[in-house]
């Protein structure tokens, strides 16, 4: 794994691909509903550059192998939604992207953020509790809620550092996939 980031307006085309890559499951997983392509294309285009933030963990040639989107609802509220490729699960990508979602709301003065997946989506449920987030059943759905504290001088800062530290060129990092054959991110204790 090479770096999460957020990714810029230009790079949405990389995002659109690894959403056309989740198999049908995957994407009803992630919207609620089965999705095709075009829906997908339509979502993509959607997407306002000035409120919703995609942060995105990439893989060694550039690819997104999971993203986290965090739409703003207003100035104080945000909703997000993750999708991870099959084969880069069971490595606590999404929790990482979700502490670091969570990080990056907090910084800018989101005070509450919300959740909606499908009560089947056992992962997600987990990784909600995980988190503290209440959670609320209505049949075939889960609305997760999380108020956040107010940022402090040190979360501000704390979470700049790693964003201005993911935008780095890839180029300018240490990278020796021969020393280090581990995943990345391991899934917390």
């Known amino acids: 794994m090479r ?3 957020p990714l810029g307006p230009s790079e949405l085309s990389i995002y ?7 198999d049908a499951e995957d994407r009803r997983l992630r919207f609620g509903c089965a999705v095709d392509d075009s829906a997908i294309d339509a979502h993509v285009r959607r997407l306002r550059v000035d409120a919703d933030r995609i942060l995105a963990l990439l893989d060694e040639e550039g690819s997104v192998v999971a993203a986290a989107h965090i739409a703003r609802i207003g100035d104080l509220a945000a909703e997000l939604a993750f999708s991870v490729d099959g084969r880069w699960r069971r490595r606590g ?3 990482a992207l979700f ?3 969570l990080s990056w709301a907090r910084s800018r003065g989101i005070r509450r953020v919300y959740l909606a997946f499908l009560s089947e989506n056992g992962a997600m449920r987990t990784l909600a509790r995980d988190v503290g987030m209440s959670l609320q059943v209505n ?3 889960v609305l997760g809620e999380l ?3 107010s940022p402090t001088p040190f979360s501000v800062l704390r979470e700049l550092a790693a964003e201005q530290a993911a935008l780095w060129p890839a180029a300018l990092r240490p990278f020796d ?5 581990a995943p990345a991110f391991q899934p917390a204790a």
């Not at 659109?16 to 989740?22: D, I, M, Q, V």
């Not at 996939?177 to 054959?181: G, I, K, V």
């Open 139 to 141: 049949a075939s759905e």
């Open 177 to 181: 996939s021969e020393a280090d054959p």
């Open 147 to 149: 108020m956040l504290p």
């Open 93 to 95: 990508l999404c929790r």
């Open 3 to 5: 770096c999460m980031r």
């Open 16 to 22: 659109r691909e690894h959403l056309l890559r989740l």
């Open 99 to 101: 502490e670091h979602a």
